[in-house]
């Protein structure tokens, strides 16, 4: 654990507790804010996944600049690089598979891109790019990315529609879905997206390497604050014409989650480093240390709990996810409250499961 930044391992421990409650709810009816929005704007929920990929940035300058000092052939620098990537996309792939192979139609609900893949995909872009052209090239990619993406959206025509179009099925990302992979409808985690959300990672790289300067940790906070404030204000006035939309990830979506990424990660640096108040951050690093591990477990436990059933006295089958909610949650709370104490009882099982790992000190790198 030594040699850690204790505020980066309980910001990114936050984000996977975040993850894991919002995928997992007990019930369909839930609270606003713990599902996406339906289109254009955002909810709490829109804002995990580019925390997420916000946070890899952050880590990226971390870790590669460590690698980079100790391991002088770049070649091995790609390998690793490109074999964590695969293994994420792998892991995304495979939960996908137990998820859609028993479904009638496994080819339209199985997703060639959902949040792993996406993440495993961004992360080789980014890295590759810190490697080759360090942080100017972040500097860069951050701003151009999501521009280029913008005019692609804009200028891409689309049979039958024409360009420019931005609702769930007549915009140019879900059309080159749909040409690539024949899959289209609104996607998240569309491939010509891949644009901004590698921009997403590029801001946490950019935060990344504010946290390197030879300043104050005072100093620091005052500096991350202020980029915050400043992205968030971008993202506000980008969002007057380009509107804010988690499923195209437009660029004043971008701006906005990495400004609004960037103030929560700096409430948590100042407790943290600043103040030195750490008493409440064990149960965040103990998600923090094993995100990927976690997450994808969490997963697991949610698709298969979601296969297996048993036939109740109504006459209908029901999963056992189903089952253990309305047994014992619709039990003691109305649908949206048994919902919530559905997935914070879950949530419970895998800090569980992390605080033994955590007390073992075993770090499983994905």
């Known amino acids: 654990m030594n040699g850690r930044l204790l505020s980066l391992d309980a910001y990114r421990g936050g984000i996977i507790i975040a993850m894991v409650l919002v995928n997992c709810p007990g019930g369909d009816i839930n609270y606003k804010m713990l ?3 339906e289109w254009n704007g955002w909810t709490f929920t829109d804002l995990i996944a580019p ?3 916000w946070v890899i940035g952050i880590s990226m300058v971390f870790a590669l600049q460590r690698r980079m000092k100790e391991v002088s052939n770049r070649r091995e620098i790609f390998k690793h690089i490109l074999f964590r990537s695969f293994l994420i996309f792998i892991i995304g792939i495979v939960l996908q598979l137990i998820d859609t192979y028993d479904h009638p139609d496994m080819y339209s609900t199985f997703k060639y891109m959902d949040i792993l893949q996406r993440i495993a995909i961004s992360y080789l872009i980014a890295a590759t790019l810190y490697v080759t052209t360090g942080i100017r090239g972040h500097a860069v990619w951050a701003f151009a990315g999501p521009l280029i993406y913008w005019i692609l959206l804009l200028s891409i025509p689309v049979p039958g529609i024409g360009a420019g179009r931005l609702d769930p099925v007549g915009n140019a990302a879900s059309y080159i879905d749909f040409l690539l992979l024949g899959q289209h409808g609104g996607n998240p985690h569309s491939l010509l997206s891949l644009l901004t959300s590698t921009a997403t990672i590029s801001f946490g790289v950019l935060t990344g390497y504010l946290l390197k300067l030879d300043f104050s940790n005072r100093k620091k906070t005052v500096w991350i604050l202020l980029v915050g404030v400043g992205l968030v204000l971008l993202g506000e006035i980008a969002g ?6 988690r499923r195209l990830w437009t660029p004043s979506f971008v701006f906005l989650t990495a400004g609004i990424s960037t103030i929560t990660f700096c409430a948590f640096f100042w407790l943290i480093e600043v103040t030195h108040y750490r008493k409440w951050t064990t149960p965040f690093v103990v998600f923090g240390l094993n995100p990927i591990l976690i997450f994808s477990f969490s997963e697991l436990g949610r698709i298969l709990a979601n296969k297996k059933g048993v036939t109740l006295e109504d006459g209908r089958w029901h999963s056992l996810w189903d089952c253990v909610y309305r047994m014992l949650f619709l039990k003691i709370a109305d649908p949206v409250n048994a919902s919530l104490l559905f997935s ?3 949530v419970f099982i895998f800090l ?15």
């Open 35 to 37: 599902t996406h929005a």
């Open 352 to 366: 569980i499961f992390g605080y033994v790992m955590y007390r073992k000190g075993w770090i499983v790198k994905i």
């Open 344 to 346: 914070l009882t879950y």
């Open 240 to 245: 007057q014409w380009i509107p804010l939309n």
């Open 51 to 53: 925390g997420f990929l």
